[in-house]
C-alpha cells in the first residue's frame, strides 16, 4: 500500500517565532528552540549561522533526528542596540534563523528589541512607577560563585 503524500515529512518547529522581547544592551541572553522530525525515516539537519551584525549564535550538535523525536538548539543574542548612536535610543535586531534538513528547510523569524542601557533604565523606572514600585539597584558587580562545603 502506497504512502499517502499528504503525511507531512521532515522536520517541524515547535515555536513558529522567537521574540526575545526588550533587552539591555551589553548582555547575552539565551532561548531554547525544539525542533521535531515528522518524517518516517531519521534526517539530518543543519542550521545556517546568523551574520555577526545580528549578535547571535546557535548552539547545537548537528545529528541525524530519529524519526518521531525531538532535539533543542539554543539561540544566543548578545544585545547591541543596531543603528543607535548616542547613549539613549532602542535598536530592533530581526533575522530569519534557516533550518535545513534532507528533506524540507524551514524559516524561523528570531526578533529582539534592544535599548541601550540609559533607555532601559528609564523604560523600568517608568514601568516601576506605573505599578507603584520603587526598586533601585544596590549593587552594580557580579556576584561571585563560591563552593559550598
Not at 513558529?16 to 531554547?32: C, Q, R
Not at 524519526?67 to 548616542?86: D, H, K, N, R, T
Not at 549593587?139 to 563560591?146: G, H, V
Amino acid at each position: 500500500m502506497p504512502l499517502s503524500k499528504s503525511l507531512k515529512q521532515g522536520i517541524s518547529l515547535l515555536e513558529t517565532e522567537v521574540d526575545f522581547g526588550m533587552l539591555e544592551e551589553g548582555y547575552t541572553y539565551s532561548y531554547t528552540v525544539n525542533l521535531k522530525n515528522t518524517g518516517i525515516r531519521s534526517t539530518r539537519y543543519k542550521i545556517k549561522t546568523p551574520p555577526p551584525s545580528t549578535g547571535m549564535k546557535v548552539l547545537y550538535t548537528p545529528h541525524p533526528i530519529a524519526a518521531g523525536m525531538s532535539v533543542s538548539f539554543q539561540i544566543e543574542l548578545y544585545a547591541v542596540p543596531v543603528g543607535v548612536e548616542g547613549e539613549r535610543g532602542r535598536g530592533l535586531v530581526e533575522h530569519d534563523l534557516e533550518i535545513i534538513s534532507e528533506i524540507n528547510s524551514l524559516l524561523l523569524p528570531v526578533t529582539a528589541t534592544v535599548l541601550t542601557n540609559a533607555s532601559y533604565q528609564d523604560e523600568v523606572s517608568e514601568r516601576n512607577l506605573a505599578k507603584g514600585v520603587s526598586i533601585q539597584l544596590s549593587n552594580s558587580s557580579p556576584i561571585k560563585d563560591t563552593q559550598i562545603q
